[in-house]
């Protein structure tokens, strides 16, 4: 899966009847991955084995080659890296106004064959002319989330995530889009999220109408309302 330490055993022979050293080099044509190097000493006629390992964190999924070589020998094999599985379902709503949260129907980051990791749902705003209808800035995000998948998943808008948010309530009717991202607590900037979570080379989203009720409430004035007396009637 994605983000997981790719690990390469590679066994390495001195047909030579001297003792040498020789540079064992892993590289991938996965182009986010480094290129992985150690060094190895074997005795004349003699083997060894080594392990050298790529981090695969930002390595899109899809079909790879991974090649180990020492001196002018080389050994390849294919690897797949397989994504956990990612989506979000933002269904239209109506709120009250003055809402600090609104609600994503369900949120899910892997699964028990392909487990995925900590995520948060972040909300954008769309509704500006300025944006054309794409996803705008960043108004809002969820609580970090356990991987698989999550329901009811409270936003919360009241939380300020950066100069371009100007939403902290919900005051008019809008269109939001509701995005999936890695979670990311330990950069000090007291935001849950980190980068987004991508399919395909896409984003994960869900488009939501937020509709503000615009019902009256009903208040009854002091003056009018009925006075009760507790004493008992005989």
């Given amino acids: 899966?994605?983000?997981?330490?790719?690990?390469?055993?590679?066994?390495?022979?001195?047909?030579?009847?001297?003792?040498?050293q020789a540079t064992v080099q892993l590289d991938t044509t996965a182009e986010s991955t480094k290129t992985n190097q150690t060094?190895?000493?074997?005795?004349?006629?003699?083997?060894?084995?080594?392990?050298?390992?790529?981090?695969?964190?930002?390595?899109?999924?899809g079909g790879y080659t991974a090649t180990v070589s020492a001196g002018e020998t080389a050994s390849e094999?294919?690897?797949?890296?397989?994504?956990?599985?990612?989506?979000?379902?933002?269904?239209?709503?109506?709120?009250?106004?003055?809402?600090?949260?609104?609600?994503?129907?369900?949120?899910?980051?892997?699964?028990?064959?392909?487990?995925?990791?900590?995520?948060v749902v972040v909300v954008h705003k769309t509704t500006e002319s300025t944006y054309d209808d794409e996803i705008g800035p960043k108004v809002g995000e969820s609580d970090v989330l356990s991987p698989g998948t999550q329901q009811s998943v409270e936003v919360d808008l009241s939380r300020a995530l950066g100069s371009s948010d100007d939403i902290d309530t919900v005051s008019n009717s809008q269109s939001l889009v509701a995005m999936l991202h890695r979670a990311d607590t330990d950069d000090g900037d007291n935001i849950n999220h980190g980068s987004h979570i991508t399919r395909n080379g896409d984003k994960v989203t869900?488009?939501?109408?937020?509709?503000?009720?615009?019902?009256?409430?009903?208040?009854?004035?002091?003056?009018?309302?009925?006075?009760?007396n507790s004493s008992r009637v005989y």
């Fill in 1 to 20: 899966p994605v983000g997981e330490r790719l690990e390469v055993t590679a066994e390495i022979t001195n047909t030579g009847d001297q003792a040498g």
């Fill in 39 to 61: 060094q190895v000493n074997i005795g004349g006629d003699d083997s060894t084995t080594k392990t050298l390992t790529v981090d695969t964190t930002s390595v899109d999924p």
């Fill in 77 to 119: 094999k294919q690897f797949t890296i397989i994504a956990p599985p990612a989506s979000v379902t933002f269904e239209n709503q109506t709120v009250s106004r003055g809402s600090e949260t609104v609600t994503v129907d369900s949120a899910r980051f892997g699964n028990e064959s392909v487990p995925g990791e900590k995520f």
């Fill in 206 to 228: 869900s488009r939501a109408q937020i509709t503000v009720d615009n019902s009256p409430s009903l208040r009854i004035p002091a003056e009018n309302a009925l006075a009760v």
